[in-house]
């Protein structure tokens, strides 16, 4: 039994310094020690702290404040800042910031741009001008604000769709180009009804088509309603098939 126990011994030793003398487990060792360095340096090391944060935005997007909120991830490490809960958390906060982009600077600076939205006209949900907010081309409501040089859409609704503000411009801008002076827009469900500072008004379907409701109207104010008819109208109706008007 001891000659048996002594011969297993030896061969255990000798298993082991065979081991040892492998290229390959030292290339593993290498290997492994290397990885730890890495991990060391990546996410322990003070080498890839943030200590620097800009934020690049156009004025009035308030780059003090998108700053402030970015600032809660100095010092932290750049490997770990969370981009995209970063940029989450910037447009819940300024609803009137349309993009953010967030790109990291290694090895410890944080480089933030901000797009701001674009105001299209000033929203009032309820008639209430008290509650007016500007909405992009999108109908996002984004700042309680008046604005003298945008065209005021009042509803007895609480928010507007992206199609239907979509066809508002499209019948601002061609309005516009006829010299029609707007003076404000009234939308009830799908009906659009579109005051004209004369007096009068255009009763528009924003479920049908828009692009056949304005060559009506380009006709009729070319062909049967002068300029100076004009100053007398109600209104015109561009709902049905046919154009009315009184």
């Not at 009068?200 to 409701?213: E, K, P, V």
């Not at 309603?225 to 100053?231: H, L, P, T, V």
Request: glycine residues 2%.
């Amino acid at each position: 039994m001891m000659k048996k126990r002594k011969y297993q011994s030896r061969y255990r030793q000798s298993q082991k310094k065979s081991v040892l003398r492998k290229r390959w487990f030292w290339d593993l060792v290498l290997v492994v020690l290397f990885l730890a360095n890495v991990g060391y340096l990546m996410f322990f090391s003070p080498a890839f702290r943030l200590r620097e944060i800009k934020v690049s935005a156009e004025e009035g997007i308030y780059p003090v404040k998108i700053f402030n909120l970015a600032s809660a991830n100095l010092n932290r490490n750049l490997f770990l800042v969370k981009t995209e809960a970063l940029k989450d958390n910037i447009l819940e906060n300024f609803p009137e910031v349309r993009q953010v982009e967030i790109k990291k600077r290694f090895p410890h600076s944080l480089l933030l741009t901000v797009e701001k939205r674009e105001a299209s006209a000033v929203f009032c949900p309820q008639a209430s001008s008290s509650r007016c907010s500007l909405i992009d081309e999108t109908g996002a409501m984004f700042e309680e604000e008046a604005a003298e040089n945008l065209n005021y859409i009042f509803s007895d609704r609480e928010s507007i769709k992206q199609e239907e503000i979509a066809k508002i411009l499209q019948i601002e801008q061609n309005l516009t180009k006829q010299l029609l002076a707007i003076e404000k827009f009234i939308l009830e469900e799908e009906r659009l009804n579109v005051e004209i500072d004369e007096g009068w008004q255009i009763y528009f379907d924003l479920s049908g088509d828009i692009g056949l409701a304005l060559t009506k109207l380009t006709l009729l104010l070319e062909e049967e309603i002068s300029a100076e008819q004009q100053k007398n109208l109600k209104y015109i109706d561009l709902r049905f098939s046919k154009a009315y008007y009184q």
